[in-house]
């Protein structure tokens, strides 16, 4: 049989929510992210976009594009509140809902009697109605063609994409659409002229391992609308983590050891709201020259407390070789098990694979 699955992501998330929460907002340029000189745009609604502010670019960089929009600070707490209220609507339909995001999910509804559009009519008006804010939703019958079906018209949009219409459909589309192509590849592809989807089609299973690696034919196949990802049901929280990014680069440890101890806290107690014990520690580094490095020590058991967490940060911290000095550091906790499981070592959560790294 062949599956049904629809992908849905909200609007401007986090700029839609400060817009529900201040009507005043409503219809403006509307900018939200890390308030220091140093800071980045989280998202922005999509009057902002017109001026070409986009989410990760710096602050300053907004103002200059966009000298009259109106910037906000971040606030988390808030989001998750509302992306639950998402998530329990989206659970009204089916327990089939993987959570990719805050604001992203997919739902099987291969075995549901009605239609796959009059489900997501359905979840937009009951999101529009208890929480006045939009989603766009696409509808295939694999994720990557609903993940690719759900951009089509943003906002509020709808697109459905059958197999007839496979890979016609795509051979338009620029490369980055690709879900799983990082920017390394997409450069590399430029370079020798491949722009879209229907060049793409052009290559070989040997080419495209050549320019992708190990997920060259997965990448082969998608393209080709072949794709067996099931949805995976699993808990809503994947990772949880605070970053920021100072105003002046530095190199000093104790300084960065206090930041990081700020962050333990904070997450211990984002741990302790929702009942889980986390197994996974990474500390995040920008440095001065752009390149982000990663660091994460998986323990042999679970944890859940402020010394726990913070002993692991640093533990990494210290392991790490500074290369010049640190612009942005960030602390995130993953591999999630509920409080109940804490025992149980093997209950581990399936992390969504990173095809590659940026
Ligand atoms: P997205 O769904 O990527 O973006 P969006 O919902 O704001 O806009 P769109 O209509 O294009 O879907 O991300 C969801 C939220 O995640 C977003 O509202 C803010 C946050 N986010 C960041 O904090 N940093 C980022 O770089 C991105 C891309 C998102
Ligand atoms: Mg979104």
């Not at 229907?198 to 290559?203: A, I, V």
């Not at 070989?204 to 609308?225: A, P, S």
Request: aromatic fraction near 10%; charged fraction near 30%; glycine fraction near 6%.
């Amino acid at each position: 049989m062949q599956r049904l699955i629809i992908h849905v992501d909200m609007d401007a998330f986090f700029a839609s929510v400060e817009q529900m929460d201040n009507p005043k907002l409503k219809g403006k340029p509307v900018i939200v992210g890390g308030n220091s000189p140093r800071g980045v745009v989280s998202t922005c609604s999509y009057e902002a976009r017109k001026y070409g502010v986009r989410s990760a670019m710096p602050i300053f960089i907004a103002k200059q594009l966009c000298p009259g929009g109106i910037y906000l600070a971040v606030r988390h707490k808030r989001y998750e509140e509302i992306s639950h209220k998402v998530f329990d609507i989206l659970h009204s339909v089916t327990d089939m809902v993987e959570p990719v995001s805050i604001d992203e999910a997919y739902l099987d509804v291969s075995t549901l009697k009605d239609e796959p559009v009059e489900i997501v009519n359905m979840i937009k008006k009951k999101v529009k109605e208890l929480l006045g804010l939009t989603l766009s939703a696409g509808i295939s019958y694999n994720k990557f063609l609903a993940k690719t079906a759900s951009e089509w018209n943003k906002p509020d949009g709808l697109k459905v994409i059958t197999e007839d219409m496979v890979p016609e459909i795509l051979k338009p589309l620029p490369i980055k659409k690709v879900h799983g192509i990082g920017e390394k590849s997409i450069e590399k592809l430029n370079e020798i002229g491949i722009y879209t989807i229907g060049q793409l089609l052009n290559l070989t299973e040997d080419e495209m391992v050549y320019y992708f690696g190990k997920y060259g034919i997965e990448i082969y196949n998608r393209i080709r609308g072949y794709d067996n990802r099931p949805v995976c049901v699993e808990r809503e929280t994947k990772s949880i983590g605070r970053e920021t990014t100072f105003d002046n680069d530095t190199t000093d440890k104790s300084f960065l050891k206090a930041v990081l101890s700020d962050f333990a806290q904070e997450l211990t107690r984002a741990l302790d709201e929702e009942a889980l014990f986390a197994k996974t520690v990474t500390v995040k580094f920008k440095t001065d020259n752009f390149k982000t490095h990663t660091r994460s020590k998986t323990l042999k058991k679970y944890i859940n407390t402020y010394g726990e967490i913070k002993a692991t940060a640093f533990d990494i911290l210290d392991n790490y070789n500074i290369n010049g000095s640190i612009r942005l550091i960030g602390l995130s906790l993953s591999n999630f098990s509920d409080a109940r499981y804490e025992q149980l070592s093997f209950f581990d959560l399936h992390m969504d694979k990173q095809l590659e790294e940026g």
